[in-house]
């Protein structure tokens, strides 16, 4: 008997060590949240808002900038010869971002700031959400620090042992670096970390982003035709619905009789073939001047990212700390660990769950990627694929289900539950599967309260709410109407007219005669 309770005492010394310290009432941590870029405006050091590309009327800016650039595209095909062309990219995209940029050490310039001190910022201490601001130029790795911080801040206010942390895109990959930083004993404290929300998360990369800097853009017609459709007629860009229309049918009809692929292949190849040129001076000159942004190029593309930005014996000195702070984050977050294949956040979360920290994902789906790198056809957001978001679910291609095979091996698998109701998400193969809340029909900068709901009821439930512990909320949601209701299936798109080519000829002279009707009889 007294061998027992020893061995029983030592099982609870030893497991009580490994894990955690949390309070005891876990449901009643105060969580902490990070939010996106878009929501901590940058102030110039006189006090005013500093000009953000964000805020930018893109329709008007590419009407006023398009003249120059495509008089010295037209000279650069003609001659081969490309420098101009750059450098009127450069001249037309440089002035947007100048008041932003850091310098080459990666340091704000100009006295911009945030109007917000993590030291000195007051605390609700019976609020359940509390916001951490920061500045989203810099490194993870620094902020971190302030996050640090504030959440010492936090505790002392509130009396608490612990919290809990809600982040979303790139506040993602600020709030990963501080947990990693406190998991591995960085801090004078214990991991305080009770349950993770990414929300929509960056830290599988921007791909767009990647794309570009690591010249590796990739453009397939029919992801261009899927996100013109997309794009154009929610008025993005061409406010007037008839000329959308025949804009966008136009494209379809070019995609259908395989024209509109001869254009796709010729932009990326040009654009890869000049990247090296170009990257050195555009990237610099707004979003690969900010240290946050390579935080978000994966590890498939990072050297090769690195190589073409900085290109010159002359920029690698110049930028030299600049390199050094970015390569500090992607070895300790974003590299891959040759033993195992995944990336090292990946690692960290799987050994979070294992410790028994609650960790729960949303991800986005139904809408067409920027058609610019390769599985930009997978459904996404806007900004990335659900594959990405939600740390590994199949998705298919925007506009296709999955095949009758592959659902009657998910039924053998005893899978298919996993799977969503209109047939074009897989969530069996995401990291976290049972814990991966999905939203569709909804773009990347939307963010419905109900994931707030959900995280505090995962929070109360101390991290063993699942996708099947609650019918009202479901593994799967749709936006509808701008509503957030449960996924049915039912409003899965019927995209048989990008097959048709009678549809499609229909469709063109509609919309040519509603353009001449409105030209001549207004």
């Not at 609020?127 to 505790?155: C, G, N």
């Not at 895109?169 to 709030?175: D, L």
């Not at 970015?326 to 090292?344: C, Q, R, S, V, W």
């Not at 209109?422 to 193969?429: E, N, P, Q």
């Amino acid at each position: 008997m007294k061998k027992a309770l020893s061995f029983l005492l030592c099982l609870i010394m030893v497991f009580g060590l490994s894990a955690p310290a949390f309070a005891a009432d876990e449901s009643s941590l105060p969580t902490i949240y990070l939010s996106g870029k878009a929501n901590t405006p940058i102030y110039m050091g006189d006090g005013t808002l500093a000009s953000n590309p964000d805020h930018l009327d893109r329709a008007g800016y590419i009407k006023e900038a398009a003249g120059p650039v495509l008089e010295e595209l037209a000279v650069a095909l003609l001659t081969d010869d490309y420098s101009a062309y750059v450098d009127s990219l450069v001249n037309a995209t440089a002035p947007i971002y100048e008041d932003l940029i850091l310098d080459s050490d990666g340091n704000a310039q100009f006295g911009t700031h945030i109007n917000w001190d993590y030291r000195t910022a007051g605390i609700d201490k019976n609020a359940k959400t509390i916001h951490f601001y920061y500045d989203w130029r810099l490194s993870p790795m620094e902020i971190a620090d302030q996050l640090d911080v504030f959440i010492e801040r936090v505790l002392k206010a509130t009396g608490k042992d612990g919290v809990n942390i809600h982040c979303r895109c790139m506040g993602s990959n600020f709030a990963m670096t501080y947990i990693a930083k406190s998991y591995n004993n960085y801090y004078d404290h214990p991991f305080r970390v009770r349950n993770i929300m990414l929300n929509t998360s960056g830290l599988a990369g921007y791909l767009t982003f990647e794309a570009l800097v690591s010249g590796s853009v990739e453009i397939s017609p029919d992801a261009v035709d899927r996100f013109v459709y997309d794009y154009l007629n929610g008025g993005e860009l061409i406010e007037d619905p008839v000329t959308a229309s025949l804009v966008v049918t136009l494209i379809s009809l070019f995609n259908y009789a395989k024209v509109l692929g001869l254009g796709t292949d010729f932009v990326s190849d040009i654009f890869n073939r000049i990247a090296p040129e170009l990257m050195p001076k555009l990237a610099l000159c707004c979003y690969g001047g900010y240290l946050s942004y390579w935080s978000m190029v994966s590890d498939k593309y990072y050297d090769k990212a690195k190589a073409i930005v900085f290109s010159t014996a002359e920029l690698q000195e110049e930028y030299k700390v600049f390199i050094e702070k970015i390569d500090a984050y992607h070895e300790f977050m974003a590299d891959t660990n040759e033993e195992t294949g995944k990336p090292l956040y990946e690692e960290l979360l799987l050994e979070l769950k294992e410790k028994e920290v609650g960790i729960a994902v949303v991800a986005k789906y139904g809408s067409p990627c920027v058609p610019l790198f390769a599985d930009s056809e997978i459904t996404g957001d806007v900004r990335g694929t659900v594959t990405g978001f939600s740390f590994g679910a199949v998705g298919t291609n925007v506009g296709t289900v999955f095949s009758d095979e592959y659902l009657a091996l998910a039924e053998a698998n005893g899978t298919l539950k996993y799977i969503s109701p209109d047939k074009t998400v897989d969530a069996s193969t995401g990291l976290f599967r049972d814990t991966t809340w999905f939203i569709k029909n909804i773009k990347h900068d939307n963010f419905p309260a109900i994931f707030n709901v959900i995280f505090e009821k995962f929070c109360a439930s101390d991290g063993l709410m699942t996708v099947w512990s609650d019918p009202e909320y479901p593994q799967y949601f749709d936006l509808v109407d701008g509503k957030v209701v449960i996924d049915d299936g039912s409003d899965a798109e019927d995209t048989s007219w990008t097959k048709n080519p009678f549809a499609l000829l229909i469709r063109l002279f509609t919309a040519l005669f509603n353009k001449l009707r409105s030209v001549f009889f207004k």
